[in-house]
Structures are given as C-alpha cells and as structure tokens.
C-alpha cells in the first residue's frame, strides 16, 4: 500500500512530537539534578528563573515573537494591530517604549489552518536600537533575542546602515526573521514600490529571502473631510484600520508549520546557553574555593615546618596535611574520597612527580636535619646559631609549602575531571602544570605570607 501525503504529514508530526518531548524531558533534567552545592546556588537565582521560564514555554507552547527597529518606526503599533487593542504604549514622544514589555496574543479566531503545532503567542516589545544608552539596549536585545522563537524587524523606508548591522547582529542568533516595512500608509503606491525594491537590495539577501519581507501599515493615517456649520469644509488625518493581514498570515503560516519545533529548538538552546554559564560559575566558584584550599595548606605546612625543630615530626606533619588537603579537595568538587584513597592518590600523584618530589624530599630532609642541630646549638651559642635557624626554617618551609602547592594543582585538577586525568596519563598532567608553575615566585610568596603569620603568631603569645 502506497504512503500518502497524509501519512508523512502525521510521521512528521509524530517526529516533532516526539523531539519535543525530549525537549521537555532534557530541560526538567537541568533544572533539577544540577550537580550544584547550596553555596554555590547563591547568585544563580536569575539563571534558575530563566531555565524555570523556559520550562514552563516549553509546557505550555507558548511561542514568542520580539519585534525589534530603530525609534519611530512604529513597532508598537505593530504589536497592537495584531493584537487588535491598545496594549502596548504608543505617543508622539521620541523612544516610548524604555523596557522591554510583553502581552499574549490570541489569535485562535482568525487562524485559517486547521492545524496549529503551538499553544499561545506572546508578543515582545524593546526599545529602539539607536536609543540612548544604546550598549544596555543592545545587551536587551541580543537576551530577547536569544528566547525568541520568532523575531519581527521593523522598517519605514530605505533600510539604514544602522538597521542592517543590527538586523546581521539579531540574523547570527539563527531565528526566524520577517522584515516588516511598516507606515506603507506615508508613501504613493509607486514610491512604495520603489523603497520596497530597494529593501530587498544584494546587502538584505545575503541575510533574507524575499518571501521573508512584509509591508504593512500598523497605524495608517487616512484623510476625513469634515463639513463645518458655515458649510465649509476641513480636512484632517485621522486613523484607519490597520492593515496587517499579510503580516498576520505570514506569522500564523511559519508558526502552523513549525511553531512546536521552534519552541523545542529555541528553548533547547537557550537553556544550553543558560546552563553553560550555570557551569562556569559552578567551576569559578569551586577553583576559587580550591585555590584557597591549596593556600591554607601551604601556609599550615610552611607554619608547621618552620617552628618544628624535629625531622621526624616534619616528614609526619607533612604527611598528614597533605592527605587532609587532598581530602578537603575531593569534597569541594562532590567526590568524597577517605585518607585511604587519598593516600594512594598522593602516592599516585608522587610518583608522576618523579625527580622533582625525591628532590624536594632530600632538600626537606638535609634543611630539617641542619635545623634540628642550629636548634640544639642555639643555648650552647648564647642565641648566636639563632639567625642561621630562623633562615634554614623559612627556607626549609618555602621548599615544602612549594610542594604542597604542586601536589594541591595535580589533585584539583584529577577531581575537576571527576576523579580522571582526563585522556592523559598522570605523568604528562603533572609534567604540564609544573611547566606553568614560576617556582621562584612561588617560593618567595610563601617565604613572606610566612614571616607575616608568624609575626602576627608571636604578637598575640605576647
């Protein structure tokens, strides 16, 4: 039996309603199983409202439509022709519109198809792109834009470089766009023409097709002849009725067609949007929260060092902050690991160091062993072998505080991948973040962090 048209119609249909369910499912996923600590929630209050927005559109199929031009072009009166009321603010002042506003639009009266793939139509209005503060309306914009599933770029004549650049701007958010010349009411019908040839020129094809450009009259001024009791007559413009039929079809065509793969698209890729930033922030907050980690341990280990005269205490103090540091780390990044697997990955993480941890363990072991005996000659010496003790002890404790600091990157940096090293092997990790490392800076930064919380120690024992 022959498939007919019908047939691949409902397969389509099917199809769509399947995606867009996905849809729906994948966002309910990111709005609910972020792998996010209540900490790092705080100031994510916008983004959680955005993807809920989105979640409910994506519920309800609701399209929505942003309209979009330069002051004066009419862009509200557009939107209140649609919607056949007086919703959005119109006046003479120059740039009305300061915010951006929205209103639903309920057209199930004057839908001439039989089949609608969406669920209501909200219309939205920005301000002027050539208005004042034109950055923050700019930013306005490309955010409106960015939800839209459709988007009406509004003209009143010859297209203006300002109007084209923007309209390139608005065409890289890949949304639908219908090119309205608007106020077609102001210009003879040859003029009229005439300018609409014009807007459809090479620089507009490049972004539109021709089927993608509407001319109406959002609020066309006709002229009323009035008789005045001395039997004279006047002349003045009073309003007609708006003709936007072309643009009211062309709207409920694309929508009819293909409203619920917009909604799904669109709102796929705003969450998208959404939730990278959500990650960047979750990752900002928790290298931040790591780096400080790292930091502290540094400064415990150069603080327990140094004021430690006994080589075995040092090897066991270092030990026992390095795992704890380890330890701490797994739980900023969700991925509780006991001082069992830390140790194994200190050891780990050791060997990948090679040369440079054996290294930095002779140097800790001599400098430790030569403070151990400045320490003992310090009574015999009267003071004197003071100096020379104070200097081993910072020196002793800038080389460890280095290591720990090298030990505390490599670890982050296994947990920020989710406990791998990612598709290199440990040596090659270690290798590249050592490579990074200013060691000199490093140690000098410890060396002086380290006098200061010891003076600041001595000052409050006395």
């Known amino acids: 039996m022959m498939a007919t048209d019908a047939d691949f119609r409902d397969f389509d249909a099917l199809f769509t309603e399947l ?74 002042t120059h740039g009305v519109t300061q915010t951006k506003q929205a209103a639903l639009w309920h057209v199930r009266q004057e839908r001439r198809t039989t089949r609608a793939s969406w669920g209501g139509i909200e219309l939205i209005d920005t301000p002027g792109i050539d208005e004042i503060d034109g950055a923050e309306r700019a930013a306005l914009a490309l955010e409106v834009a960015a939800q839209a599933d459709l988007i009406l770029f509004v003209v009143a004549g ?13 065409r890289q958010a890949s949304k639908p766009i219908l090119l309205v010349f608007n106020k077609i009411d102001q210009y003879p ?12 020129d090479e620089r507009v094809r490049q972004l539109l097709t021709e089927a993608e450009i509407v001319m109406a009259a959002a609020a066309p001024l006709m002229p009323q002849v009035t008789t005045l009791p001395d039997g004279s007559t006047k002349v003045e413009l009073v309003y007609g009725d708006p003709q936007v039929t072309d643009l009211k079809l062309k709207i409920l065509d694309i929508l009819d067609r293909e409203g619920t793969s917009l909604i799904a698209l669109n ?10 930033r959500i990650v960047q922030r979750k990752v900002f907050l928790r290298d931040r929260r790591a780096n400080q980690l790292i930091w502290n341990a540094v400064l415990t280990q150069a603080v327990a060092i140094a ?62 062993s030569l403070k151990t005996l400045l ?64 060691r000199d800076s490093i140690l000098a930064r410890i060396k002086e962090e380290l006098q200061e919380k010891l003076e600041r120690q001595r000052w409050q024992a006395s």
Request: charged share 15%; glycine share 8%.
């Open 19 to 92: 995606h867009y369910r996905q849809a729906q499912q994948t966002l309910r996923t990111i709005v609910t199983k972020l792998d996010l600590t209540p900490r790092e929630r705080q100031g994510l209050e916008e983004e959680f409202a955005e993807l809920e927005q989105m979640l409910q559109k994506l519920e309800q199929q609701m399209v929505q439509i942003a309209v979009f031009g330069m002051v004066g072009r009419g862009k509200s009166s557009l939107l209140n022709a649609l919607i056949g009321a007086e919703v959005f603010v119109t006046g003479p």
């Open 158 to 170: 010859d297209m203006t470089q300002v109007e084209y650049e923007a309209l390139s701007q608005l």
């Open 189 to 200: 019908p040859r003029d009229r023409t005439s300018i609409y040839r014009k807007i459809c």
């Open 267 to 276: 709102s796929m890729l705003f969450a998208d949007h959404v939730h990278d």
């Open 307 to 368: 004021i430690n005269p006994v080589t075995v205490i040092d090897l066991v103090s270092t030990a026992i902050i390095d795992v704890t540091m380890i330890v701490q780390l797994s739980k900023i990044y969700g991925l509780v690991m006991d001082s069992r697997g830390a140790i194994a990955l200190l050891q780990k993480i050791a060997l990948a160091m090679g040369g440079l941890t054996v290294s930095e363990f002779l140097t800790t072991l001599g400098l430790s």
């Open 375 to 438: 320490g003992i000659a310090t009574p015999l010496t009267g003071g004197g072998a003071m100096v020379g003790y104070v200097s081993v002890a910072l020196t002793q404790a800038s080389v460890a505080g280095f290591s720990t600091y090298a030990l505390g990157l490599v670890a982050k940096e296994y947990f920020a991948n989710g406990s791998t090293w990612g598709s290199q092997n440990p040596r090659v990790v270690v290798q590249r973040i050592l490579a990074t490392l200013d």
